[in-house]
T-cell receptor
Framework: GQQVMQIPQYQHVQEGEDFTTYCNSS?????IQWYKQRPGGHPVFLIQ?????EVKKQKRLTFQFGEAKKNSSLHITATQTTDVGTYFC???????????FGSGTKLNVKP | DTEVTQTPKHLVMGMTNKKSLKCEQH?????MYWYKQKAKKPPELMFV???????INESVPSRFSPECPNSSLLNLHLHALQPEDSALYLC???????????FGAGTRLSVL
């Protein structure tokens, strides 16, 4: 079954608008990673979150890990056309030696 | 160098063919992965090699056979595939198991 749920499935925004994608797990995660996959491309690592309540920023991108380590979000401020792609979270459960990818959120940015 | 190289980029094969996908990394990573990705879906883990030993097989059909000849190379041998096996096959590596995964560009496989 689906270990990590991700919403929304699709998001269409006007350039300059903000965007957020959410990941939720029914079980506590030891850590979570975020990847971006451009159309026709391959997943590229963005960030890893490990600590409860952790917040990390990369320019216009803000990543959060929930206090219970069961959810995470990626927020993009003032989207640009270069942000187009599918964003995946990948969570690891304690004592499991693999990451479970979320279903992904496909972001389209209209200029 | 954070590159994972996969060959070939595209592959078309018949259901009776035997072919191999290759993956190479020179980052000194000791964990290597094979993923299968269908259109509009997330990558689906197939195999994990850790220190050149198979550590995870996600119940993949035996028509897919992985091989790790050395710490830099990973192969996926294909035999008697089905049309539903058509997908993007991604290789990834990480410094150790469960670390940051660096993905190759993938092999786009079509089974006729």
């Amino acid at each position: 079954g689906q270990q990590v749920m991700q919403i929304p499935q699709y998001q269409h925004v006007q350039e300059g608008e903000d965007f957020t994608t959410y990941c939720n797990s029914s079980t506590t995660l030891s850590n979570i990673q975020w990847y971006k996959q451009r159309p026709g491309g391959h997943p590229v690592f963005l960030i890893q979150l490990v600590k409860s309540g952790e917040v990390k920023k990369q320019k216009r991108l803000t990543f959060q890990f929930g206090e219970a380590k069961k959810n995470s979000s990626l927020h993009i401020t003032a989207t640009q056309t270069t942000d187009v792609g599918t964003y995946f979270c990948a969570g690891r459960r304690y004592n499991f030696n693999k990451f479970y990818f979320g279903s992904g959120t496909k972001l389209n940015v209209k200029p | 160098d954070t590159e994972v190289t996969q060959t070939p980029k595209h592959l078309v094969m018949g259901m009776t063919n035997k072919k191999s996908l290759k993956c190479e990394q020179h980052m000194g990573h000791r964990a290597m992965y094979w993923y299968k990705q269908k259109a509009k879906k997330p990558p689906e883990l197939m195999f994990v090699y850790s220190y050149e030993k198979l550590s995870i097989n996600e119940s993949v059909p035996s028509r897919f056979s992985p091989e790790c000849p050395n710490s830099s190379l990973l192969n996926l041998h294909l035999h008697a595939l089905q049309p539903e096996d058509s997908a993007l096959y991604l290789c990834a590596s990480s410094q150790a198991g469960l670390g940051i995964q660096y993905f190759g560009a993938g092999t786009r496989l079509s089974v006729l």
